[in-house]
């Protein structure tokens, strides 16, 4: 990690915000706090931050509509905090756009140990991720501007796209017609550092699909290869920015 990098903790619980930015303040890290999410888009107004810990359970938007609506409009991870640790919560969580979730109680030695893999994570993405070399890839009927990071729909639509999905989207991209396993897509999307026991692969080439209008019984564009993993499945060309 850098010393630069910057947290922001969402929690209602004063003393939580107050421990857990000690902790990380004391590893190295800046840190923000804030009680709930009217003050959390205040704070990301006033300043840049690396990452977000975000509670679930906060008065007014709760954390799965804020980590909801803060993918239509940043990449920046995020980690869900919830009191509840049910495999349901964790995968709504993820589906709105979460990077990781941690179910409470949990050590800050633990959330420690998930920012620096997240960070290293986004700083350590595939060649074809970064730069982007591409202002439009088409495939199928579907485009996607990776300067404005949007996807176009057969219609016409435009829908942003961020985190892991637009990940994910750009490894599919770059290897159409080839079945990529589970543990291809990990390693690719979470660079080689990833945690070993992050098998949320799954629960992400879903979202995708969702986004794109890729029916689960009978996908056209990502298709499910029995035992082997996932490939997409239709041409792709590509526009120099």
């Given at each position: 990690?850098?010393?630069?990098?910057?947290?922001?903790?969402?929690?209602?619980?004063?003393?939580?915000?107050?421990?857990l930015?000690r902790?990380?303040e004391?590893?190295?890290?800046?840190?923000?706090?804030?009680?709930?999410?009217?003050a959390?888009?205040?704070?990301?107004?006033r300043?840049?931050?690396?990452l977000i810990?975000?509670?679930?359970m906060?008065?007014g938007?709760d954390?799965?509509?804020?980590?909801?609506t803060?993918?239509?409009?940043?990449?920046?991870?995020?980690?869900?905090?919830?009191?509840?640790?049910?495999?349901?919560?964790?995968?709504?969580?993820?589906?709105?756009?979460a990077?990781?979730y941690?179910?409470?109680?949990?050590s800050?030695?633990?959330?420690l140990?998930r920012?620096?893999?997240?960070?290293?994570?986004?700083?350590?993405?595939?060649?074809?991720?970064?730069?982007?070399?591409?202002?439009?890839?088409?495939?199928g009927?579907?485009?996607?501007?990776?300067?404005?990071?949007?996807?176009?729909s057969?219609?016409?639509?435009?829908?942003?796209?961020?985190?892991?999905?637009?990940?994910?989207?750009?490894?599919?991209?770059?290897?159409?017609?080839?079945?990529l396993?589970?543990?291809?897509?990990?390693?690719?999307?979470q660079g080689?550092?990833?945690?070993?026991?992050?098998?949320s692969?799954?629960?992400?080439?879903?979202r995708?699909?969702r986004?794109?209008?890729d029916?689960?019984?009978?996908?056209?564009l990502?298709k499910?290869v029995?035992?082997?993993?996932y490939?997409?499945?239709?041409?792709?060309?590509?526009?120099?920015?």
């Amino acid at each position: 990690m850098d010393r630069s990098d910057h947290i922001l903790i969402v929690d209602d619980d004063a003393e939580i915000r107050t421990l857990l930015g000690r902790y990380l303040e004391k590893n190295g890290l800046r840190v923000g706090a804030v009680a709930d999410g009217r003050a959390m888009w205040q704070a990301l107004e006033r300043s840049q931050f690396d990452l977000i810990v975000l509670d679930l359970m906060l008065p007014g938007e709760d954390g799965l509509t804020l980590c909801r609506t803060l993918r239509t409009r940043s990449d920046i991870p995020v980690i869900m905090l919830t009191a509840r640790g049910e495999e349901t919560d964790r995968i709504v969580g993820l589906e709105m756009g979460a990077d990781d979730y941690l179910p409470k109680p949990f050590s800050a030695r633990e959330l420690l140990a998930r920012i620096k893999v997240i960070l290293r994570r986004s700083r350590s993405l595939p060649q074809n991720l970064r730069p982007e070399e591409e202002r439009e890839i088409r495939f199928g009927d579907w485009t996607l501007d990776t300067v404005q990071r949007h996807l176009v729909s057969p219609t016409g639509v435009i829908t942003p796209i961020g985190g892991a999905e637009y990940r994910l989207l750009r490894i599919f991209l770059a290897h159409p017609n080839r079945v990529l396993n589970r543990d291809q897509l990990v390693e690719m999307t979470q660079g080689k550092e990833a945690d070993a026991l992050d098998r949320s692969i799954d629960v992400q080439v879903s979202r995708l699909r969702r986004r794109l209008g890729d029916g689960p019984r009978e996908p056209s564009l990502i298709k499910t290869v029995r035992g082997e993993g996932y490939v997409l499945s239709v041409p792709v060309a590509k526009a120099a920015a």
